[in-house]
């Protein structure tokens, strides 16, 4: 299957034509006559399809990223070697879709319904002006080709009796993710999260899920009262200059079972060094000059949370929020400044679009398109 080959050949649309070629589906759709919608090779990032009614629409090599597809109707659609990194798919409905060779890398699908669709390994061939080329996104990252939804959001997705053979799952977030009856030869979980997933219905060997995190242990649990503690002995140092209580180092804690403990509540300067702390709230807190280096934080919120001087190197932020985030530098007693810190974190700057910045995300130490390689 072939598809124009440079973006300049691509077809564009402006949101008028977009709206009138979707109207005219829909109506074909319903049976009241209309046009099926092709937009085979089509540039299409950014486009918005949200709660659009797309059931057998043709998305064939189109490139898709960062589209908002929310809530749309895509049943026996065709999105084969379409490009949808960074899209935004929660709650929308694949059903029979014919999803091959697509990248889903770093885009949003909770509680999105991929049930019977065909995801199996694909490529596309380009010609264009400048000669013949093929595009496989999967096999641009790893050797298992098959369709990519590496560091993407999974979280309550179903894929019933999908065809998954060789799919990727490197560090995407799969809590309370079905795959009841699917078929996953050669899939990779390397790094995912998997938390409320029935291990026995991906069927697969043990080295598939290597370096993945897996429900909230009996030990975990355990601990949790006793570092409920050191938080609120953190909060009494905090709030008398140091005169009582003693700040808190969680370094390396699995922080899970404290829930939404960290929401709304004055942390200056604690230690998270290592935690995971995957899907933690911790908006509207005052966490100036904390420490998350290294830490698991796929997921969080950090939305209207004070984080001044901060510093997340190296830490894993995929899918973490920072709406209205305070991220500032932060001036010391002794004249230092911390500046915040996201140096080698994997956040992408689209992350914090809607953050309170001081500096440049460059001087944030986070650069276009970084991304953490696993």
Known sequence: MSAPNTAEERATYTPADLHRILTEHERYVSGRG???????????DGADFSGRRLDEADFTGASMA??????????RASLYCADLRHATLHNTHLEQADIRGASFRGADLSHAVL?????RSATMMLVGMRGVSLVDYGKQNNAFGGVDFSNSSLCHA???KAKLDGAIFHGAMLMGTSFRGARLTNASFTGAVLMGVNLLELNLPP???AGCVFDISAEARAKAPALAEKLLQHQRWVFS???EGVGACLDGEDLRPLADQFAGRNLIGLSLRGAIAIGLDFSHSELQGAKFDGADLRGANFSNSELSGASF???????ARFTGAKLGNLHLRNGEVLAPNFLGA?????????????????????????EVEL
């Open 207 to 209: 080295e598939t899920f």
């Open 241 to 243: 200059n140091g005169t």
């Open 66 to 75: 960062g589209a908002n597809l929310a809530g749309a109707k895509l049943t």
């Open 34 to 44: 209309g046009t099926r919608a092709s937009f085979k090779g089509a540039l299409l």
């Open 115 to 119: 049930d019977h669709a065909d995801l």
């Open 313 to 319: 190197h190296v830490s894993r932020l995929a899918h």
């Open 158 to 160: 179903s894929f019933g």
């Open 346 to 370: 994997d956040a992408e700057p689209e992350q914090l679009r809607d953050a309170v910045l001081e500096e440049s995300l460059a001087a944030l130490g986070l650069a276009s398109g970084s």
